[in-house]
């Protein structure tokens, strides 16, 4: 049976009001486009497509016979479905009219119209619902390092007396255990990920640039991806691995490295991975640096299982990439959880002080790339599920270095 997305809520408010208990939090206040769709289940168009901050905000309480509140412009709220599980609405004044000729808002209906967005409104919202839900003292934690500085002061003064403190912590901890629903859709994600890779690659050929691979790859998701869109596309050809956000026209030529770092978003998560390919013959150089990564990425994949600190992996991999001929290989991170964020990278990391355990659930993207003056960029990296006793890897395509 597919899991349902109103499962996925109820599972995550559940797991959300656990660690509230444990950190004495009576709410957590998400105003992250990421973090108000994890906590309410709907994506703010102005967060998402206008990158607006601080004009929404989703408040779950510790109290779990209490209703997550969303709080938010009545423009966009317009949009949000009346049957949003366990969630209610409160809305405040924007610059855009909305009119109500037929009075269906009834007394609802304010007609105030301030010049541009007021996150005094909307704090001040936050402070009524707060006092409402019999929260006038105690700790509220709100996305404060995500905030701008204005924003904080603008909650401070409109909601005197509470101790506000970080939750990105505690939104970190929530997120990097995914649920049925979620997995479905980075299973899903990875799939149309690699749909697109291996429609594109049927077209590269010498003389294909970067900015024309961009191209057939967003196509390919088009035509054969259920019309998914790209997150992102990170491709390179030849020696020129920058990322780069309007595409190479050179020319590819033979012995070029193309490589490909995609993600596909589905339903607010995507999927981050990555391929190498070669045109024509690979020389010697990039063989012996194909051949370290390839080995450091399939020990990766032997080592994950339950349990084990994400740091032990990084020191167990690192040494044997240097061993297998890249001595001087240095990186911060091996890895990341995948999901809901529009960075692709998303804690906790594969790092060397990363200290969080591999749980049954968690779907974590293992990487080894390189960047190299005058060679190009080369990357292996692959969606794996962690489960009871290992890991499943959610990739299909071959691990192999390909000649076109």
């Known amino acids: 049976m597919v899991p349902s997305k109103a499962e996925h809520l109820k599972n995550v408010a559940e797991r959300a009001r656990a660690i509230m208990e444990k950190e004495n939090v009576e709410a957590l206040v998400a105003s992250s486009c990421e973090n108000f769709y994890y906590l309410s289940g709907h994506p703010s168009t102005f967060m998402y497509t206008l990158r607006m901050n601080e004009v929404a905000l989703a408040v779950m309480f510790r109290d779990p016979s209490r209703r997550t509140v969303i709080i938010m412009n009545e423009f966009e709220a317009a949009g949000v479905p009346e049957d949003l599980p366990q969630c209610e609405l409160r809305t405040y004044p924007t610059w855009v009219d909305v009119d109500d000729p037929l009075g269906l808002r009834g007394g609802n209906y304010e007609g105030r119209r301030p010049v541009n967005h007021q996150v005094q409104e909307m704090f001040g919202l936050l402070g009524q619902v707060l006092a409402e839900h019999g929260i006038h003292g105690g700790r509220v934690a ?28 505690i939104l970190t901890e929530l997120r990097a255990l995914k649920t049925p629903w979620e997995i479905a859709q ?76 995609v993600g596909v978003d589905v339903a607010g998560y995507g999927s981050d991975i990555a391929r190498t390919f070669v045109l024509g013959a690979p020389s010697d150089t990039v063989k012996r640096i194909y051949g370290a990564l390839r080995a450091g990425h399939d020990r990766l994949l032997e080592l994950i299982e339950p349990g084990m ?42 790092s060397p002080s990363e200290e969080t355990v591999f749980r049954p659930g968690m779907v974590i993207c293992l990487e080894t790339p390189y960047y190299g003056y005058g060679v190009g960029s080369i990357m292996i990296e692959d969606m794996v599920l962690v489960t009871d006793n290992g890991c499943e890897r959610l990739n299909k395509l071959s691990r192999d270095l390909i000649s076109l």
């Open 309 to 350: 600190p994400m740091k032990r992996a990084f020191d167990d991999v690192m040494p044997l990439i240097r061993r297998s001929g890249l001595p001087n290989y240095n990186r911060g991170h091996l890895g990341h959880s995948a999901g809901l964020s529009l960075a692709a990278e998303e804690a906790p990391f594969l």
């Open 142 to 169: 709100v996305e404060l390092n995500s905030m701008r500085y204005p924003a904080v002061n603008a909650l401070r003064e409109a909601v005197p007396g509470l101790e506000f403190t970080e939750a990105g912590a």
């Open 186 to 261: 980075l299973r899903k994600s990875c799939e149309y990920a690699e749909i697109g890779i291996a429609e594109t690659i049927k077209g590269i050929r010498a003389g294909s640039s970067a900015a024309e691979i961009a191209d057939a790859f967003r196509l390919a998701l088009l035509t054969h991806a259920d019309g998914s869109s790209s997150r992102f596309h990170m491709i390179s050809v030849g020696a020129h691995f920058a990322p780069a956000h309007i595409f190479d026209t050179r020319p590819g030529q033979p012995g070029d490295l193309i490589k490909f770092d």
